[in-house]
């Protein structure tokens, strides 16, 4: 992540959603670095956070000068509009003054709730991502890696895989220095990748070979449910493969560049920085 300085308000606190996520807890680790106070946004904080569970809300929010909303599992989730929208009624009340809304690329869904937090009386920045890095080294693929066969729906269209660093980073400057309200990031990687050059570059930073191994969606998500998977999690990779990567998504973007003023990480400098840890160390 870059080094940033805050020039956020010193009696900001900030509430991070997903505290304990992917870009939660990236980005909680920045806010703390920089000074700025954070209360943690997940079940087991205190209080704790529950999207399936508004009794805390209120508690949550209150004092708050700023939110990072992230929606788990993804704002596409059948409910998700309608958390969105009592979120921000509730904010509302509590006299929230930024939101910084994570959605997803290519989701009508998710451009639904982006549309509620702009039309809420309060600043606000959407920071658009598509698909991370991370999904195959701290999500749902790192067992594949660790096998050296990615086994996934047939799909041959790149997608340009964005490094959850850089999207915590946009959303750390957005929520701690000025003239970032009213933007809309689209954040992406630097260049695309199918799911064949995911598996050639994971060939190459781990120095073994792991190869994508295309199988029909019907059979992958059968053998999703087989393997005991949530039911949220299933449903999310049936409606991923079989609607967002349908090529709506296949081109670059400069959300990063705009909000940070460089390039966007690499998946090839991803996969050489992760492969250098034990993390997708070949299962015995």
């Not at 005991?228 to 991923?240: E, F, I, N, S, T």
């Amino acid at each position: 992540m870059t080094t940033q300085t805050s020039t956020a308000n010193s009696n900001d606190l900030v509430l991070v959603l997903g505290a304990t996520g992917k870009t939660g807890r990236r980005i909680v680790s920045s806010l703390k670095t920089l000074g700025v106070s954070v209360r943690l946004g997940s079940r087991s904080a205190s209080p704790s956070f529950d999207w399936n569970n508004a009794a805390n809300w209120d508690e949550c929010l209150q004092g708050l000068t700023k939110v990072y909303i992230n929606y788990a599992p993804d704002l596409a989730m059948p409910g998700a509009t309608d958390a969105i929208s009592e979120l921000v009624r509730r904010a509302r009340s509590a006299d929230v003054k930024h939101l910084v809304l994570l959605s997803g690329r290519g989701e009508a869904e998710a451009q639904a709730c982006e549309a509620m937090i702009q039309n809420s009386g309060i600043d606000w920045t959407i920071v658009r991502a598509s698909w991370f890095n991370q999904n195959f080294s701290e999500g749902a693929f790192i067992d594949m890696v660790q096998a050296g066969q990615i086994t996934l729906p047939e799909v041959s269209t790149p997608e340009p895989f964005v490094d959850v660093g850089d999207i915590a980073d946009v959303a750390v400057v957005a929520l701690t220095q000025p003239g970032h309200a009213g933007e809309l990031y689209e954040v992406t990687g630097p260049r695309l990748l199918t799911l064949a050059g995911v598996a050639d570059e994971l060939s190459k930073a781990t120095g073994r070979t792991i190869q994508y191994r295309p199988v029909p969606h019907d059979a992958f998500v059968q053998g999703v449910a087989d393997s005991g998977a949530p039911q949220d999690v299933l449903w999310m990779l049936d409606y991923l493969f079989a609607t967002v990567l349908d090529g709506r998504n296949a081109y670059l973007t400069d959300g990063v560049q705009r909000a940070l003023g460089r390039q966007p990480k690499d998946f090839a400098d991803f996969a050489r920085a992760i492969a250098a840890t034990e993390t997708w160390k070949a299962a015995a």
